[in-house]
């Protein structure tokens, strides 16, 4: 059974920066597309960062493009959201998410993710 375990959530000041981590267990070739994604309350849950694990090939929301950044460590099966110049709007939970990236929708379409962590909050304060 794949899981997602997110962490690296906490509050901050605006400007600040903060690194989630999301660790997959285990990594099947179902889960080559990693992705985070944020709901922020009475919001829409909406895409934040994706990328190919196998490529490192990665897509930003209009909303974060410059100010964060997604990566992964294949041997350690993590991915990373580093985000940067954070703004109070960027306040939500942060999920991970993992597929196989296939179907439609865009980058950031459900059809692409399979699996879903349970979250991790970050607010961010003016």
């Known amino acids: 059974q794949v899981q997602l375990m997110e962490s690296g959530g906490e509050s901050v000041q605006a400007g600040g920066s903060l690194r989630l981590s999301c660790v997959l267990s285990?990594?099947?070739?179902?889960?080559?597309?990693m992705g985070w994604f944020r709901q922020a309350p009475g919001k829409e849950r909406e895409g934040v960062a994706a990328?190919?694990?196998?490529?490192?090939?990665?897509y930003y929301a209009d909303s974060v493009k410059g100010r964060f950044t997604i990566s992964r460590d294949s041997a350690k099966n993590t991915v990373y959201l580093q985000m940067a110049s954070l703004k109070p709007e960027d306040t939500a939970m942060y999920f991970c998410?993992?597929?196989?990236?296939?179907?439609?929708?865009?980058?950031?379409?459900?059809?692409?993710?399979?699996?879903w962590g349970q979250g991790t909050q970050v607010t961010v304060s003016s």
């Open positions: 285990p990594y099947t070739s179902r889960t080559n597309y």
């Open positions: 998410a993992a597929g196989s990236g296939l179907g439609g929708g865009g980058t950031f379409g459900p059809s692409k993710f399979n699996y």
């Open positions: 990328i190919w694990t196998s490529s490192g090939a990665s």
